[in-house]
């Protein structure tokens, strides 16, 4: 990823002096990193904590705050595990509950990304939806450059998992991130859709 984001740092350099080029190559070099590339490494608590209070510098409106975080490690990646295949009949078939089990066992933590919905309803949910998805996006953007690779999945089932993580009922959990330690991972073109042509512009 280092490379990446070099080459990337490269081709914006002077491109526009009112936008700290630097953000620009991190932003433009975030990427998925899947459980199946991580390798098992565990990584430091306090190195997780940062990340969350990354996460924690998000936007909301009204200043609702709605994200937090419970985070899995160790045995208990396997117990939030075997509750999501206990809870989903399609995880129950040997070759996707390998795959999911797999998946758990190389991620060095398992994140639950939740939502606390603002109990006088001030704001539209789909707002504070939005908001705990950019603390996502900086969890994610504070990998960059980096060996942590993350990636965010929502199984089904996963409102099922309400009793089990102690969930309220203005609150829900809106998917896992997988985070692990990466060793190389091969350059992908990833195609991106033409924002200048779909961009307007008014005077």
Not at 34 to 48: A, D, R, V
Not at 115 to 126: A, F, G, H
Not at 154 to 163: D, F, H
């Amino acid at each position: 990823m280092g490379i990446y984001y070099n080459n990337i740092l490269k081709i914006i350099h002077n491109f526009n002096k009112m936008i700290n080029n630097k953000i620009s190559a991190i932003i433009k070099a975030r990427r998925s990193i899947f459980p199946s590339q991580f390798n098992g490494q565990k990584i430091e608590q306090e190195t997780i904590l940062e990340l969350i209070k990354n996460a924690n510098t998000a936007p909301s409106h009204k200043l609702t705050q709605p994200w937090f975080f419970k985070v899995f490690s160790g045995s208990s990646k396997t117990s939030l595990a075997q509750e999501l295949i206990k809870q989903n009949q399609l995880l129950q078939h040997t070759q996707k509950k390998d795959k999911l089990l797999l998946k758990f066992q190389n991620s060095s933590h398992i994140i639950c990304i939740c939502m606390q919905r603002d109990k006088t309803k001030s704001i539209p949910e789909w707002e504070e939806i939005a908001a705990t998805a950019m603390a996502v996006q900086n969890i994610w953007l504070s990998c960059v450059d980096s060996n942590i690779g993350g990636y965010w999945s929502t199984p089904k089932g996963i409102e099922k998992l309400n009793k089990f993580l102690n969930l309220k009922k203005n609150e829900r959990c809106l998917g896992f991130f997988y985070i692990g330690i990466y060793e190389s991972i091969k350059e992908r073109k990833i195609p991106r859709k033409n924002i200048e042509q779909e961009t307007e512009w008014f005077d």
